[in-house]
């Protein structure tokens, strides 16, 4: 038996800086400044005014523009900015706080301009949590998102199914109810406080 294996081509075709891959060549453009890299950025910059034809302004509420270049006065006392709108920290912001406080007492409305509370929560908000419009798919509320509706933690209590186990001590005839009361009377006992006690 006679076995052969295939060897490679002993001639190697090595890229001269002539025979640069396409890569080589958008690359060389962008830096020499050719014209598809001028293409390019007025490509980008038409994208750009695409997307800030979208956006909201946060000072005067109107979109197309962003804050930056808004042509209405910033009200700079009035809103603040890079602090905690709890605990008015200026180290951390409010997802950061450690404080349970209710609320954000310290935060300017975009919407209304009065203090004590963001836009999501603002009375004259007609839109809710949903400032592009929108609201829960399951109750049609705009105040909570789907994820935090009530209707979908009902339909989730009830999907769920609480099967007991067999053992030396119980049957299979042994009635559901009956297993399902002795699981909450276990979680019950769970909950008591211990006691230490230091010698």
Request: hydrophobic content about 25%; some cysteine.
């Amino acid at each position: 038996m006679t076995r052969t294996t295939r060897v490679g081509s002993s001639q190697r075709h090595f890229r001269t800086p002539g025979n640069a891959t396409p890569w080589k060549k958008f690359f060389d453009n962008l830096q020499s400044g050719s014209k598809d890299s001028n293409i390019n950025q007025v490509n980008s910059g038409r994208i750009r005014k695409r997307k800030r034809v979208q956006q909201t302004c946060f000072n005067c509420g109107k979109k197309g523009h962003v804050l930056a270049d808004c042509p209405m006065p910033t009200r700079d006392s009035e809103l603040e900015t890079g602090i905690c709108f709890k605990c008015g920290y200026a180290q951390h912001s409010s997802v950061e706080c450690l404080k349970k406080i209710k609320g954000y007492p310290l935060a300017n409305c975009l919407i209304c301009r009065k203090k004590g509370h963001i836009s999501r929560d603002c009375p004259q908000n007609k839109n809710g949590l949903y400032p592009q419009g929108g609201m829960c798919s399951l109750c049609g509320s705009v105040d909570h998102f789907k994820k935090d509706c009530k209707k979908q933690k009902k339909i989730r209590e009830e999907k769920i199914i609480t099967v007991g186990t067999i053992n030396e001590v119980r049957s299979m005839d042994e009635e559901i109810t009956h297993i399902q009361n002795e699981k909450t009377e276990e979680k019950k006992e769970k909950k008591k406080p211990k006691i230490v006690k230091f010698l």
